[in-house]
Structures are given as C-alpha cells and as structure tokens.
C-alpha cells in the first residue's frame, strides 16, 4: 500500500512563506500525476495544485500566483512552495495522486495568523 509523509508546516504570519514536502513509497511515482489538498476547519478538502509527470501544473484560483508545486523523482517527493500566505490558508495540507488513489496520510498543519 502507497503511503504519502507530509512535512513543512507550521506557524506563520500573514504574507509569510513556508515550504511543504510530501515523500511517496511507490516505484512507479514519476508516471504519477500528484496533487496538494487542504482541509480548513468545518470545510471539505480541496484541490490546491496538481503536477503532471510532465511537470505540468495547474493551481486552484484561491492560490494562483502564490503557490508553486513541483516534484523530484528522484526522491519520490513532491513539494509546494507558499507565498504571500493568508489567514484563509490556514488548513491541514495532504497529498495525493491527482485521483486521490493513495491512502490519505496525517497531512501537515498550516496556521496562519498574526
């Protein structure tokens, strides 16, 4: 079974940066598209970035321009990159394939605020 380890989080003030990493147990990773979700408190997950294996990437509205996602197979590790972070990032950040085929792991908290 493919487990996902989320890293990186932690506190931050707003228009601070942090810096997630996410390392998958699987041999066939880099044919993998994967993806970063978040879970804010009373909401659902949410998609926030997806990379291909290509390495093309698609971001949700809410964090376009802010966060980057990239990935190294070479560590069958993907990463994404915060910026100019708000208060209404704060969630728990998880990864996963882009079809959600991994189970979920303990995710890694994001905390905004002043």
């Known amino acids: 079974q493919v487990q996902v380890v989320e890293s990186g989080g932690g506190l931050v003030q707003p228009g601070g940066s942090l810096r997630l990493s996410c390392a998958a147990s699987?041999?066939?990773?880099?044919?993998?598209?994967m993806a970063w979700y978040r879970q804010a408190p009373g909401k659902q997950r949410e998609l926030v970035a997806r990379?291909?294996?290509?390495?093309?990437?698609n971001n949700a509205d809410s964090v376009k321009g802010r966060f980057t996602i990239t990935r190294d197979n070479a560590k069958n590790t993907v990463y994404l990159q915060l910026h100019s972070l708000k208060p209404e990032d704060t969630a728990v950040y998880y990864c996963?394939?882009?079809?959600?085929?991994?189970?979920w792991g303990q995710g890694t908290q994001v905390t905004v605020s002043s």
């Open positions: 990379i291909t294996s290509g390495r093309l990437t």
């Open positions: 699987r041999i066939a990773f880099s044919i993998t598209s």
């Open positions: 996963n394939t882009d079809q959600q085929d991994y189970s």
